[in-house]
């Protein structure tokens, strides 16, 4: 890693962090061109904040190619793992946009909207280049914040509103819980460096023990919030019910990319001499996770809330990777990831379209009949579904496959056969919706939105499943890749 | 390594995606019912015209793979795109591509809504399966294992009958609850075995008892529901209910054999000692599903039901004559499987006929059918002779090769039996009886008797093309019964492999590695 010799950072520092720069003022500007733009044609802001994503995409490609650099006195860190991450962070939003332009036509205000998703966005870019406690908070509250509001966005919105403020009052809470963890590492340490913590740790006496586990077990319940894993899952079916539905099917990619990335970070260097200690609190977390994940989505008659609860189980098969504690974990982590976002994402821009008489589909009973109505939307949701439920051919095979490789081979092998049972429960609540869609007669009406970059949006994502499903080894690959070096 | 592969051409690779090919282009080209139909069909002959040549290159006279194709797919986890054939797999592909022609013949009137995507299930269904019998690589095995599901779980949910959704999401679960066991069995194989899942490695590494034994139970409730036994077969009569005439063909046809094709593609030759040991286990299991499931085959009033608990039956038989590893009983058990491919599916057309004339399955429904349809009360009545065992029929073939197999059992299954096979051989036979009541009671229920009924009255006779689908069974059937050296010619040199493969211990091996090298276990933690 290039070390800092240069008496003031500038500007070979500011290079690294070129596109999260670029985001942040292009995302001012924004919010002030947004002012001349005229109220019924807002959807221009979206345009733009696209464009933004593009820059910074192409920034990304500037800096990201060559080998890891520190920045600002190691406060900032950017490596294969970060880069490979932004993208998706980068992917995920620009779906979350792209769902959003028609979506967001009927509301007021429409300009903050993309501007805050911008900074969310920045938020996990810096994140995922936390390797220091202090970026890591940082990242974590510019995301947080931008989150809540655009939860809350519909104010005139009840369930809207209570969504913003439960997911408000829990993630301040976690927040808490996370600051306070970290002094306790601080004082026992003297350090806010990840590499530092985790040496520190190493040769920490053993009169220091009790401080350390009390800072473990709140870091990883702050963490454990904010990438929803239960029991600290409580505010996410709330949450992902009440927000817009562009921003749930947001929430639940691209913040998750941020937190597991930043979560294995922590785990891989801060927690080295604690693995006894971490992984039978992940390992608890992992079983709950997955069976209240794959349980509760059983009883959701809402496909949000379902999606809500499908995700928690999600996360708990990403948590075996974090377990597995290896460089295979690690990448399978990733795999899983990136696969997700595609699925994930792609299943909720097809409720987005859905819109029925000014509301989008959001009853399981709404899908009734989509496959003689509407055959390629039956039929991409359809792939996303099972690849959701791991069926192979489809990506969402390969995903849990590399995760549960990597547990197997760090000895998991209970965890893998419960993992995978659950799974199978999984399957039954994703199989139910396409039931709905292909077994069942139409009931009411459709009425589809009719955005050509939302219909390429889900075209991609099914044809992107399908296509990870048969040849996943270059994705594998990537992410092999990107995790060198981790842990 | 050096591929065996006479034709110099990737067959099994075209034979595998010729028909999903052939479905992208109908699904992106083709417009109109009849146009699918006729495209479907022509896909479809194509394919069976494809796996042809396997037949006729098969070289007899060894046991290895054929037709081999190797390329690497997913090098980090050294897992292989490999395809091979023996004698043991190699008809079944055949009878696949067959059956797929038969069923989209069959489909050709009675499917009348959605029909394009009733035969782009079929022929991506038609993929997987033929997929799942080439497959040398346990991860690609497994992928086409598993994606069977989604094309059957359309296919008996939105063609199905009154039940359809209870019985599709409850096949759909059971198979994947019981096949995600394997898949974590196959996981500590590739790290027992030294990072490969290749089926033919798999077959060659020691693992020492305790391996063999915990691989072999989560291979066994993966195959055990797949074939289905008893006491896991209750999704099988519901399924098959409920899918439509041509779905229930597929899964009696094919799918059942997959079960069983399992036990002989893995548990016998890379389990052989856990094999024999759970020997006695297999037996009782089968010995119940051939009587007591016969049994409850007579009590059926549904026809389906009826030839469903027969299907259950008959591959009781199977997974008999599988474990008993002698030549005569696995070639039996074989030439069970693929007779039984011919029968079950013919039986069920045969009940599709009747039911598109009526539209019920109930026996009490019908009565005297054979005063309005004499041709087809005597195609119905080759099939029923044929599934009662009938000599001149393939399954009286298959099944005295069963009971002489059982009656003589090799020495290490009549070890790990605690009476004398003999027994189990006396027990077996009284399928001969069973199920001859169960067929033809029903059989005399429906087709004679007086003609009472005003409905069954006005029944029209098979017309042309329901009797041309019925032509090729009837040949095959009588001359497999009456000649079947042809296929036994086949399987003999890949059974005598398997049969050598499964009566040798590999626990000596075993216990040499771990003396020759330091135990390199996945520790559980």
Same mark, same amino acid.
């Given at each position: ?149 655009? #939860? ?37 340490? =003297? =350090? ?71 979560? #294995? ?60 504690? =290896? ?161 | ?364 429904? @019908? ?115 009456? @000649? ?42």
């Amino acid at each position: 890693m290039a070390n800092v010799t240069f008496p003031f950072p500038f500007p070979d520092h500011l290079w690294a962090l070129l596109p999260e720069i670029l985001v942040a003022v292009l995302a001012m500007a924004l919010l002030i061109v947004d002012l001349f733009v005229p109220k019924d044609r807002k959807h221009l802001t979206g345009y733009l904040s696209l464009a933004t994503i593009l820059v910074a995409g192409v920034a990304l490609i500037q800096v990201g190619g060559g080998t890891p650099v520190t920045a600002f006195y190691g406060f900032f860190t950017l490596d294969p793992f970060a880069v490979f991450s932004k993208w998706l962070i980068l992917a995920g939003t620009a779906i979350a946009i792209i769902m959003s332009l028609d979506y967001i036509r009927t509301e007021e205000n429409v300009g903050e909207y993309f501007v805050l998703m911008l900074f969310a966005m920045l938020g996990m870019m810096l994140l995922v280049s936390a390797n220091n406690f202090v970026t890591m908070y940082l990242g974590i509250e510019l995301m947080a914040l931008s989150i809540y509001v655009l #939860v809350g966005y519909q104010r005139d919105t009840l369930r809207s509103n209570e969504a913003a403020l439960k997911y408000f009052i829990l993630g301040s809470l976690s927040s808490g819980m996370l600051l306070y963890g970290i002094t306790f590492f601080y004082g026992v340490t =003297s =350090s806010l460096d990840f590499k530092h913590i985790g040496d520190a740790l190493a040769a920490a006496s053993s009169s220091e023990h009790t401080a350390v586990l009390l800072g473990l077990v709140f870091i990883l319940a702050g963490l454990a919030f904010k990438v929803s894993m239960a029991p600290f899952h409580m505010w996410t079916p709330d949450a992902y019910e009440g927000a817009p539905t562009p921003i749930t099917a947001f929430m639940s990619a691209a913040p998750k990319v941020a937190g597991f990335v930043v979560f #294995v970070r922590i785990v891989a260097d801060a927690l080295p001499a604690l693995e006894h200690e971490t992984m039978m609190i992940l390992s608890g977390i992992a079983v709950l996770t997955m069976a209240i994940g794959n349980l509760a989505a059983i009883a959701q008659r809402n496909i949000k809330r379902m999606l809500a609860y499908s995700t928690i189980g999600h996360v708990g098969f990403v948590t075996l990777g974090l377990i597995a504690g =290896s460089g295979s974990g690690y990448a399978g982590i990733l795999v899983y990831l990136a696969i997700y976002l595609f699925m994930g994402m792609g299943a909720f821009t097809v409720i987005v379209l859905m819109r029925r008489e000014g509301i989008q589909g959001e009853l399981l009973d709404d899908f009734a009949g989509l496959a003689k109505v509407r055959p390629g939307y039956a039929l991409a949701m359809g792939l996303l579904l099972f690849s959701l439920a791991g069926i192979p051919f489809l990506g969402g095979f390969w995903a849990k496959y590399a995760v549960f490789i990597a547990a197997m081979q760090a000895g998991h092998i209970y965890l893998v056969i419960y993992a995978l049972l659950f799974s199978v429960v999984g399957a039954f609540y994703y199989i139910r919706v396409v039931k709905y869609m292909y077994f069942d007669e139409a009931r009411v009406p459709f009425n589809f939105s009719e955005n050509r970059l939302m219909q390429a949006t889900v075209a991609l994502t099914a044809i992107a499943v399908v296509l990870l499903g048969i040849y996943p080894d270059p994705l594998m690959e990537l992410c092999r890749q990107a995790v060198v070096g981790i842990g | 390594m050096e591929l065996h592969n006479v034709l110099d051409f990737p067959i099994l690779s075209l034979s595998i995606f010729l028909p999903t090919i052939g479905a992208l282009f109908i699904w992106l080209f083709i417009k109109g019912d009849e146009a699918v139909r006729w495209a479907a069909l022509a896909v479809s002959v194509a394919t069976f015209l494809v796996t042809l040549p396997l037949w006729i290159y098969f070289d007899s006279n060894t046991s290895h793979m054929q037709f081999e194709e190797f390329h690497r797919w997913i090098p980090a986890f050294n897992i292989n795109y490999q395809l091979g054939v023996d004698g043991i797999s190699m008809p079944f592909i055949l009878l696949t591509s067959l059956l797929t022609v038969i069923c989209i013949v069959s489909a050709w009137r009675c499917i009348t809504e959605r029909v394009k995507e009733y035969m782009l299930a079929f022929l991506v269904l038609e993929t997987t399966l033929i997929g799942v019998f080439c497959a040398l690589d346990a991860v690609l095995f497994y992928f086409f294992w598993e994606a069977m599901l989604i094309p059957m779980y359309l296919i008996i949910g939105v063609w199905g009958g009154k039940n359809r959704v209870y019985a599709t999401i409850k096949f759909f679960l059971y198979t994947l609850a019981g096949s995600v066991l394997m898949l974590v069995a196959l996981l500590a194989m590739y790290f027992k075995a030294g990072h490969t899942f290749s089926i033919l490695a798999f077959m060659d590494y020691p693992f020492d008892f305790t391996w063999q034994f915990w691989i072999w139970i989560a291979f066994f409730i993966a195959f055990a529901v797949k074939v289905p036994m008893w006491p896991v077969h209750t999704w099988l009569p519901d399924a098959h209910t409920e899918a439509p005439t041509a779905g229930s063909v597929i899964l009696a046809g094919i799918l059942l054999k997959m079960g069983a094709y399992g036990f002989l593609r893995f548990s016998l030759p890379m389990l052989p000692d856990a094999s024999q040991y759970f020997v006695p286990f297999v037996v009782v299991l089968s010995l119940i599903a051939v009587v007591y499931i016969s049994l409850v085959a007579m009590m059926q009033k549904d026809m389906k039901r009826l030839i469903a608990y027969s299907s259950i039956a008959h591959m009781g038989f199977v997974t008999l004559g599988t474990f008993m590893f002698t030549q005569q009983a696995v070639e039996g058990a074989l030439f069970g499987m693929i007779s039984h491919g011919f029968v079950a599916a013919a039986l069920f057309l045969c009940v599709g006929v009747l039911y598109d004339r009526l539209h019920t399955r109930e026996i009490a429904d @019908y009565g005297g059918v054979v005063n309005v349809m004499p041709v087809f009360a005597a195609v119905m009545m080759v099939f029923c002779m044929a599934n009662v065992a009938l000599p001149g029929a393939s399954a009286f073939v298959a099944e005295i090769m069963v009971l002489i197999g059982t009656f003589n059992p090799s020495d290490v299954a009549q070890a790990s039996l605690a009476i004398s096979a003999k027994w189990v051989a006396i027990i077996a036979a009284t399928s001969v009886v069973l199920s001859a009541c169960y067929t033809l009671w029903m059989y005399k229920r429906v087709i004679f008797g007086d003609l009472t009924k005003d409905t069954v009255k006005g029944m029209p006779d098979m017309n042309m093309r329901e009797f041309g689908y019925f032509v090729p069974l009837i040949l095959l059937v009588v001359w497999l019964g009456i @000649y079947p050296l042809p296929v036994l010619d086949v399987m003999h040199a890949s059974v005598a492999h398997l049969i050598e493969q499964a009566t040798t211990t590999k626990l000596d091996a075993a216990a040499a590695l771990a003396q020759q090298m330091p135990v390199q276990e996945l520790a559980v933690r």
